[in-house]
């Protein structure tokens, strides 16, 4: 006889394929045919918000919509191609006055909408017609989560960057600090300024990259952080110190009085590795 390996054959085909299925969640049947889309025609779902998927790395996704009576609940899960990139896309969508919930990597649930990363996916949930679904929700991202294959750790990145004083944390995935240079990178925003750290393909070229914010800032000091650091003050961003530590690029931009940018460079640094 064969044995079920999976607590369920929704879970089975979930794992397999990583796409929503409405077994998941007994009494749950699926309403319509399954969704694909690429980053070629996810508009043609999405329309306007498909443009801030694709910034984020979008490679795929699979959805279906499952209904209980009047109650739809329409589910997505997007393959972002890596871990870091998923998170981005979550913490771009989350509502940052709405608790933040321990599912995967991160998750937030309110009464009409539930999204959570895990690994490279990013999913959601989204109910109709208007109403408080916040339960539902809950009984469906716990199956969800269990089924979807992934990492629930954090970008290491984000324990790079000191949590005290930080308003908010991103990955921003292009033109840090409003610098095309800086390709892409997390950000934190603190009451002083921000800080940031941007990962380079090699070493080679983030020093490259250091050479050309050199010649992009003009007048520029060095700073004895890390391999090679300079100081400089730009109109907007205020008093700068930006450092390479192998091929990542990292520092602060202070735009109050009282920090010192060279001190939280350092400080930094040093928790990169």
Request: charged share 20%; with cysteine; net charge neutral.
């Amino acid at each position: 006889m064969l044995k079920l390996t999976c607590v369920a054959l929704g879970a089975c085909l979930l794992a397999r394929a990583q796409t929503p299925d409405c077994k998941l969640v007994p009494g749950w049947p699926q309403d319509g045919a399954a969704r694909t889309f690429d980053a070629d025609n996810l508009f043609e779902y999405m329309d306007g918000n498909a443009e801030g998927y694709v910034l984020y790395g979008f490679q795929s996704m699979h959805g279906v919509t499952c209904k209980k009576g009047e109650i739809t609940f329409v589910i997505d899960i997007s393959d972002m191609g890596d871990a870091d990139s998923a998170y981005g896309l979550f913490t771009a969508n989350r509502d940052p006055r709405q608790p933040f919930e321990r599912l995967g990597m991160g998750g937030q649930i309110v009464p009409r909408r539930a999204i959570f990363v895990k690994g490279k996916y990013y999913l959601e949930i989204a109910a109709n017609p208007e109403g408080d679904y916040t339960a539902a929700l809950h009984q469906w991202v716990a199956a969800l989560d269990r089924a979807v294959e992934g990492s629930t750790t954090t970008p290491v990145a984000l324990s790079w960057l000191p949590v005290e004083g930080q308003q908010s944390v991103r990955l921003v995935p292009e033109s840090v600090l409003g610098i095309r240079l800086l390709k892409r990178g997390y950000m934190a925003q603190y009451d002083f300024g921000k800080g940031f750290v941007v990962l380079e393909e090699t070493p080679a070229s983030a020093a490259e990259v250091m050479q050309k914010l050199r010649a992009r800032f003009g007048e520029t000091t060095p700073a004895k952080v890390a391999e090679d650091a300079f100081q400089a003050t730009d109109t907007y961003l205020g008093k700068l110190c930006i450092f390479r530590k192998g091929r990542y690029i990292g520092g602060y931009a202070i735009s109050s009085a009282g920090a010192n940018p060279v001190d939280l460079a350092q400080a930094l640094a040093a928790r990169v590795q």
